[in-house]
């Protein structure tokens, strides 16, 4: 069976890349803020249920791009020959409110790629595409102009949004001794993001401006991890590892070309293009993250961890973006919880929380994000070619952004994450007898 799905997964894989850049289509105002809402922790599904954490907690079956150290194998400790590929999907349902007012809307798409690798023992390489922010709104405000004979005309302002910022990553991991290791991630950033505004009296065309704004530079994110297992029950056979990892992520040479487009649009929805009125050139500057996390580990039963997380994102600065954002952090923490059966098959059972300030100030008030997480791996096929078995693996997100004062938007959500991970021999020495 899984001779089959392997090939089955790089056909699939050629039509995900092409695909990769789609929109969940999803409303979400606050994503016209900078450079939209950021996705940029490289969880994956495993990492998400157990409510974000990854810095230090490491489980082999899974591929951990949070930390590249985390890739590595450990000299004596685990000797992992097998090449790991996911594939992820997300779905979301957000539901905005005022004081007056609420919607509902929901959609869906595909969220990342990944696959890694062994080189030797101690040393391991992965590469992965996803998403590092996305900008997908609709806003509109309508209200009247009073003239000198008091007969008012309806005035509507439209603003829209769409796009968002990738990141192509490949990462090192190696192990230096039986409890270190490091890591090295670099990452392609790309992509494109548009705003539109419009203004116009009801029933007429209107006019506006758009705003596309093209980035692309390279960041870099090294890591270390360290670990010590302790057997304090060989009878039983108890072992626990303690855990703590470091990462902090830049970006340097990023490019942001900007092109400034007046626009004409007819009542039916056609645009028509006036002029260009701004082509150049500039630089952005993104901030560093620095990320700390720490894990206990009961083997093969439990695992625990948290992490914290910080960007400077008040010394954000890009072409064409005025927005004033505030220095963010996160609070992230998580378990996971193993089945019955103790082995390759096994259930795994995840839980967490997570609490952020966000880089988001409107109103003289900076949002905050809480969100509760589950998670599960499902395994399913039979043991071939692999120890292995793959997974099927889920995460539940619930979150609430923003709120009621200061006449914000309550944004509450709920984020549903698929993802398969194959586990399959590559690199077997045949043996003739």
């Excluded at 150290?69 to 997300?90: C, H, M, P």
């Excluded at 309806?154 to 039986?178: F, P």
């Excluded at 019955?340 to 109103?363: S, W």
């Amino acid at each position: 069976m899984l001779k089959y799905l392997k090939y089955t997964f790089f056909v699939v894989s050629i039509f995900i890349v092409e695909q990769a850049l789609g929109q969940t289509n999803v409303n979400s105002p606050y994503s016209r803020i900078g450079i939209g809402d950021l996705q940029t922790s490289n969880g994956l599904t495993r990492n998400i249920g157990m409510g974000g954490i990854g810095v230090a907690s490491r489980n082999p079956h899974f591929i951990n791009l949070i930390n590249p150290a985390l890739l590595a194998n450990y000299r004596d400790v685990w000797q992992d020959s097998t090449v790991k590929y996911e594939v992820g999907f997300i779905g979301i349902a957000r539901r905005l409110s005022t004081k007056a007012s609420s919607e509902t809307d929901v959609g869906a798409n595909i969220n990342y790629l990944a696959l890694a690798f062994p080189v030797n023992k101690t040393w391991a390489i992965s590469a992965g595409l996803m998403p590092f922010s996305s900008v997908d709104h609709s806003l509109s405000h309508t209200f009247i102009i009073q003239d000198s004979t008091s007969s008012g005309a309806t005035v509507r302002n439209t603003y829209t949004g769409s796009g968002g910022l990738y990141q192509a990553v490949i990462s090192n991991g190696v192990g230096i001794t039986r409890n270190i290791s490091v890591g090295l991630e670099a990452s392609y950033l790309f992509g494109n993001i548009t705003n539109e505004s419009f203004a116009s009296v009801i029933s007429t065309e209107e006019t506006g401006v758009r705003d596309r704004l093209a980035y692309k530079g390279f960041g870099f994110k090294p890591g270390v991890s360290f670990r010590k297992a302790q057997l304090l029950d060989s009878i039983r056979g108890k072992t626990f590892v303690y855990s703590a990892g470091f990462t902090y992520q830049f970006y340097t040479g990023v490019n942001a070309d900007r092109e400034l487009t007046l626009l004409t649009q007819l009542p039916g929805g056609l645009s028509t293009f006036d002029s260009v009125i701004v082509d150049s050139r500039g630089k952005a500057k993104l901030p560093g993250t620095y990320r700390v996390g720490f894990n206990f580990e009961s083997v093969s039963r439990i695992s625990v961890g948290a992490d914290f997380s910080f960007s400077n994102w008040s010394q954000f600065s890009s072409p064409g973006i005025s927005d004033t954002l505030k220095d963010s952090y996160a609070i992230n923490v998580g378990a996971e919880i193993y089945g019955k059966n103790k082995q390759a098959g096994t259930k795994l059972y995840r839980v967490g929380v997570m609490y952020a300030k966000t880089p988001i100030f409107l109103n003289g008030k900076q949002l905050n994000d809480i969100a509760f997480t589950l998670g599960t791996s499902l395994p399913f096929g039979e043991f071939r070619s692999s120890p292995i078995l793959p997974k099927i693996n889920l995460a539940l997100v619930f979150g609430q952004r923003g709120t009621f004062q200061n006449g914000l938007i309550k944004d509450q959500y709920l984020k549903a994450y698929i993802s398969a991970t194959i586990n399959d021999k590559w690199f077997a020495r045949r043996r003739i007898q």
